[in-house]
């Protein structure tokens, strides 16, 4: 069996994942509106609309931080 590795750098790592992220949160937010279409909203309070604002800043500023797998799972 031949093995392969492949080293990326950071920036390329985010390059690949951001799209596939967005995807998957548009996916999700499409489907959450589907099933609630008449009370599914974003209100300014909200943790997802915080973020939304962050993310959005990020990407403005070219700046992503990406979290380690216990900081996402709490593992």
Do not use: C, G
């Amino acid at each position: 069996m031949i093995q392969s590795h492949a080293t990326v750098s950071v920036e390329e790592l985010v390059n690949i994942l951001e799209p596939l992220i967005r995807r998957v949160v548009r996916e999700e937010l499409a489907e959450a509106t589907e099933k609630k279409a008449n009370i599914f909203y974003l209100e300014p309070n909200m943790p997802l609309y915080e973020d939304m604002l962050k993310i959005r800043e990020s990407k403005k500023q070219k700046k992503t931080e990406l979290y380690s797998h216990k900081e996402v799972w709490d593992e």
